[in-house]
């Protein structure tokens, strides 16, 4: 069975770093294409951040792009994104979200977890 | 990136079928063939409907079915039961590793 579990969401500042993380487990982490999906308070799902099975390209949304990365360790089966610069809009619930065939739709995603930015 | 345009909300008694529109552009929907349903309980993790348009991943009842026109994308949830009440929402692929949600459609199930 596939389970993504997310953690590292928390209380953070405006204008501060945290780092989520994402253990992967019950696939072969490393022969599928992982993304970040994030849900803000009242809103809709939305795409953040893609990473390639080798970790070697990545790519990120207008909204996040210069304060996100998103990386991987496929000897850990781990995903992880980097947030600097947070801001008040990126409240929001954090997915971990594993790819089906050729990143054209997401098949498993975690529980989420949650990012408060706020002084 | 901006997000495809779903209604707020749709509606329908037992038994009864409804169909939730997905419009984007030339660019996500109507470029590729890969658009992806998802039904979102909230607090729970969302759950993959449909994919490639029309695709049932194993475990999904046939009552979920998927259609494209254009640059205009449907989900069509026959014979509802009151377990269907959630959370839609459509994605597509936007090509160059980008994926595109729709804002989410709340069904009630009446």
């Known amino acids: 069975e596939v389970q993504l579990l997310e953690s590292g969401g928390a209380l953070v500042q405006p204008g501060g770093s945290l780092r989520l993380s994402c253990a992967a487990s019950?696939?072969?982490?490393?022969?599928?294409?992982m993304n970040w999906v994030r849900q803000a308070p009242g809103k809709g799902l939305e795409w953040i951040a893609y990473?390639?099975?080798?970790?070697?390209?990545?790519n990120h949304a207008d909204s996040v792009k210069g304060r996100f990365i998103i990386s991987r360790d496929n000897a850990r089966d781990s995903l992880y994104l980097q947030m600097n610069s947070l801001r008040a809009e990126d409240t929001a619930v954090y997915y971990c979200?594993?790819?089906?065939?050729?990143?054209?739709?997401?098949?498993?995603w975690g529980q989420g977890t949650l990012v408060t930015v706020s002084s | 990136q901006s997000a495809l345009t779903q209604p707020r909300s749709v509606s329908g008694s037992p038994g009864q079928s409804v169909t939730i529109s997905c419009t984007g552009t030339?660019?996500?929907?109507?470029?590729?063939?890969?658009v992806s349903w998802y039904q979102h309980h909230p607090g729970k993790a969302p759950k993959l409907m449909i994919y490639?348009?029309?695709k049932w991943p194993s475990g999904v009842p046939d009552r979920f079915s998927g259609s494209k026109s254009g640059n205009t994308a449907s989900l069509t949830i026959s014979g509802l039961q009151a377990e269907d009440e959630a959370d839609y929402y459509c994605?597509?692929?936007?090509?160059?590793?980008?994926?595109?949600f729709g804002g989410g459609t709340k069904l009630t199930v009446l």
């Open positions: 019950g696939f072969t982490f490393s022969s599928f294409e």
């Open positions: 979200t594993k790819s089906g065939s050729w990143n054209y739709y997401i098949d498993h």
């Open positions: 994605c597509s692929y936007a090509g160059r590793y980008t994926l595109v």
């Open positions: 990473i390639s099975i080798s970790g070697s390209t990545i």
């Open positions: 490639d348009v029309t």
């Open positions: 030339s660019s996500d929907v109507g470029a590729y063939n890969y």
